[in-house]
């Protein structure tokens, strides 16, 4: 996305590859990547859902450019909000890709959903890996030789 290789419709077109330029979900925009993640009426919706639409809008307003925005947002939320923009993020573009190749409709509370289970899963992950190095490092056998060098 910061790279400027999102492929949204706008994207491709710039490419040129003949498509549509409209949003996949509204129908009503230009689809360009801040567009679809955060000023489509849905994005709206769920930014809202989670509290961060305010501070997002804020941010639109000084830079209206993705990687810029990406930034400034990663620099002021805190560490759990920097993982539910993020996610939520993700969970947007998935809700657009289901829309353009299957056809599915998602709601707002849907892409939440989806984003909420995705960061509850990957936290236990973390506390399930952090808990096995640390039983790992506390068995008194498990002893860390620095590597040989010859």
């Not at 919706?45 to 961060?52: G, H, I």
């Not at 990687?67 to 993020?86: C, G, H, N, T, Y």
């Amino acid at each position: 996305m910061c790279r400027g290789c999102f492929p949204t419709r706008a994207r491709l077109s710039s490419r040129g590859i003949h498509c549509r330029n409209d949003c996949v979900l509204c129908g009503t925009n230009y689809e360009d990547s801040i567009h679809v993640l955060l000023q489509c009426p849905g994005a709206m919706q769920a930014w809202r859902e989670v509290n961060l639409w305010d501070i997002i809008n804020r941010t639109l307003r000084r830079n209206y450019n993705m990687d810029a925005l990406i930034f400034s947002l990663l620099d002021q939320l805190p560490a759990a909000q920097k993982e539910m923009f993020v996610t939520i993020m993700w969970s947007l573009w998935k809700r657009r890709n289901l829309k353009l190749w299957q056809q599915k409709n998602e709601t707002c509370l849907q892409v939440v959903e989806r984003a909420r289970h995705l960061l509850d899963d990957w936290r236990t992950s973390q506390e399930v890996i952090s808990h096995k190095a640390t039983d790992i490092l506390a068995q008194p056998n498990n002893v860390i030789h620095d590597p040989v060098i010859e």
